[in-house]
């Protein structure tokens, strides 16, 4: 495979009242991903909770329900009524439709599993695509646990491997149970790695995917706060430029509709990314979405050949070049002496901080805690430079100094007459990355039904 047309779905969350209903909503997305000819397409995560409204029938679930519909953008006065009065007396019951969900994988996980394999194995079948399906809180097909778990779906529906987040989020805690794994699953379209939410800030975990064979690296997010999306971007440019593969990253936008009190919302900027000399800027990303809140689907083309060229030929081969026995040893020693860490400050500073900070500040120095020395681990390489480097605040320095640092700057950022192979990139506003021309929300909400439908 030379190249291949990528989709990357940013999505909002509802609660849909029908199966039918969530499944219309996808489609719109899926209909788009095929007229691009888009042949794998992925899902944000804690998308595919939407699956479980319909099969909620408690009197708390059917009130948040019908105030979400009452507060959609198209209903009409009957629905806004009706939905005031419903989220009143939402508050009142202190409803929370995370709690809802939690009850019934106590009592019926295998409905829900049944139904998120029925809808997504059936539409991946129906587009011939292999999709990513939205993460949800699933039971795990090895244990049975709930663990907030992504599955992905081969072109003829079939179940090709899922992958649990492993680094929970606090709201998470009293639903599910961490995953303890990442392994690449095998596609048509190629070795995809997956990464849930947090997962994706420890560089060990795109390495060891990255060692396993995987060509895509795809990282998924719901982030309540723009710091945990910059977070999760900055994690996923950072573990597909670590590695040299190709990078998608999809997040969850608009209304939580998780937790009813809180009134918070999903924000993030899904982007399809590539090593730096693969792309129009040489700044790693292909195409992003131009609104934080906005959904849309981004479409790239991926070029294998070039790719495998930049292996060979980049002035910095990462993926060959790191001297692994020596990483090895110092890999080992540091997590060896760290292992322990965490846990202890925790226990710690929890309780009688003032005390607790001199005993151990008594332990190292008595030699109980044995600290880390640098002379101990093996030396990969140095670096030696000049600072401070060139700039207004140093006018002293030598002019030899001051015009090599210019020089490296211009051929660092210098665009190499390439030009943006795509519309959002070629309508971006100089300085302003986030005024996009050409935001694919407008086509979303060109599509039959969705102005009706849809907030």
């Given at each position: 495979?030379?190249?291949?047309?990528?989709?990357?779905?940013?999505?909002?969350?509802?609660?849909p009242e029908s199966?039918?209903?969530?499944?219309?909503?996808?489609?719109?997305?899926?209909?788009?991903?095929?007229?691009?000819?888009?042949?794998?397409?992925?899902?944000?995560?804690?998308?595919?909770?939407?699956?479980?409204?319909?099969?909620?029938?408690?009197?708390?679930?059917?009130?948040?329900?019908?105030?979400?519909?009452?507060?959609?953008?198209?209903?009409?006065?009957?629905?806004?009524?009706?939905?005031?009065?419903?989220?009143?007396?939402?508050?009142?019951?202190?409803?929370?439709?995370?709690?809802?969900?939690?009850?019934?994988?106590?009592?019926?996980?295998?409905?829900?599993?049944?139904?998120?394999?029925?809808?997504?194995?059936?539409?991946?079948?129906?587009?011939?695509?292999?999709?990513?399906?939205?993460?949800?809180?699933?039971?795990?097909?090895?244990?049975?646990?709930?663990?907030?778990?992504?599955?992905?779906?081969?072109?003829?529906?079939?179940?090709?491997?899922?992958?649990?987040?492993?680094?929970?989020?606090?709201?998470?805690?009293?639903?599910?149970?961490?995953?303890?794994?990442?392994?690449?699953?095998?596609?048509?379209?190629?070795?995809?790695?997956?990464?849930?939410?947090?997962?994706?800030?420890?560089?060990?975990?795109?390495?060891?995917?990255?060692?396993?064979?995987?060509?895509?690296?795809?990282?998924?997010?719901?982030?309540?706060?723009?710091?945990?999306?910059?977070?999760?971007?900055?994690?996923?440019?950072?573990?597909?430029?670590?590695?040299?593969?190709?990078?998608?990253?999809?997040?969850?936008?608009?209304?939580?509709?998780?937790?009813?009190?809180?009134?918070?919302?999903?924000?993030?900027?899904?982007?399809?990314?590539?090593?730096?000399?693969?792309?129009?800027?040489?700044?790693?990303?292909?195409?992003?979405?131009?609104n934080q809140r906005?959904?849309?689907?981004?479409?790239?083309?991926?070029?294998?050949?070039?790719l495998k060229r930049?292996?060979?030929?980049?002035?910095?081969?990462?993926?060959?070049?790191?001297?692994?026995?020596?990483?090895?040893?110092?890999?080992?020693?540091?997590?060896?002496?760290?292992?322990?860490?965490?846990?202890?400050?925790?226990?710690?500073?929890?309780?009688?901080?003032?005390?607790?900070?001199?005993?151990?500040?008594?332990?190292?120095?008595?030699?109980?805690?044995?600290?880390?020395?640098?002379?101990?681990?093996?030396?990969?390489?140095?670096?030696?430079?000049?600072?401070?480097?060139?700039?207004?605040?140093?006018?002293?320095?030598?002019?030899?100094?001051?015009?090599?640092?210019?020089?490296?700057?211009?051929?660092?950022?210098?665009?190499?007459?390439?030009?943006?192979?795509?519309?959002?990139?070629?309508?971006?506003?100089?300085?302003?990355?986030?005024?996009?021309?050409?935001?694919?929300?407008?086509?979303?909400?060109?599509?039959?039904?969705?102005?009706?439908?849809?907030?």
């Open positions: 495979m030379d190249r291949l047309i990528v989709a990357c779905v940013q999505q909002s969350m509802r609660l199966a039918e209903e969530y499944r219309e909503d996808l489609r719109r997305f899926l209909r788009i991903a095929a007229t691009k000819r888009a042949r794998l397409v992925i899902f944000p995560e804690l998308g595919g909770v939407m699956v479980t409204p319909p099969l909620l029938q408690d009197f708390n679930a059917r009130l948040l329900k019908r105030a979400a519909r009452g507060r959609r953008r198209r209903a009409h006065l009957g629905q806004r009524v009706s939905g005031w009065l419903a989220q009143q007396a939402a508050g009142w019951r202190r409803a929370d439709m995370r709690t809802s969900m939690a009850a019934l994988l106590d009592v019926a996980p295998n409905d829900v599993w049944q139904t998120y394999i029925d809808l997504f194995g059936n539409l991946a079948r129906e587009f011939a695509v292999t999709i990513v399906a939205p993460s949800a809180y699933l039971p795990d097909p090895l244990d049975g646990g709930i663990r907030n778990l992504a599955v992905v779906f081969g072109p003829n529906g079939e179940r090709l491997g899922h992958q649990a987040r492993v680094m929970l989020h606090a709201g998470d805690e009293a639903i599910v149970t961490p995953g303890s794994t990442w392994d690449v699953i095998p596609t048509e379209v190629g070795s995809l790695g997956l990464m849930l939410g947090s997962d994706v800030l420890y560089p060990e975990v795109g390495r060891l995917l990255a060692y396993q064979g995987a060509e895509i690296l795809i990282a998924v997010g719901a982030c309540p706060t723009v710091e945990l999306y910059q977070k999760i971007r900055t994690g996923a440019l950072a573990r597909m430029q670590d590695n040299q593969l190709f990078g998608m990253v999809s997040f969850l936008v608009g209304a939580n509709e998780l937790v009813y009190n809180q009134q918070s919302t999903w924000v993030g900027r899904s982007a399809i990314m590539a090593p730096q000399e693969l792309t129009p800027r040489r700044n790693g990303i292909l195409v992003e979405m131009g906005s959904e849309g689907v981004l479409t790239a083309e991926l070029d294998f050949v070039g930049v292996w060979e030929s980049a002035d910095q081969p990462v993926r060959n070049a790191l001297p692994l026995e020596q990483a090895g040893q110092v890999l080992a020693k540091l997590y060896q002496k760290l292992q322990a860490l965490p846990r202890f400050a925790t226990q710690s500073l929890a309780s009688e901080a003032p005390l607790q900070a001199a005993a151990l500040d008594h332990n190292l120095l008595a030699g109980h805690m044995d600290p880390i020395e640098l002379d101990e681990l093996p030396v990969i390489s140095t670096l030696t430079s000049r600072w401070p480097l060139s700039g207004p605040e140093n006018a002293d320095q030598p002019a030899d100094v001051a015009d090599q640092a210019k020089l490296s700057a211009a051929a660092f950022f210098e665009p190499r007459g390439a030009a943006p192979a795509n519309a959002a990139l070629r309508n971006a506003a100089p300085g302003r990355p986030d005024r996009v021309a050409d935001d694919e929300t407008d086509e979303m909400d060109a599509l039959p039904g969705s102005a009706n439908e849809h907030p």
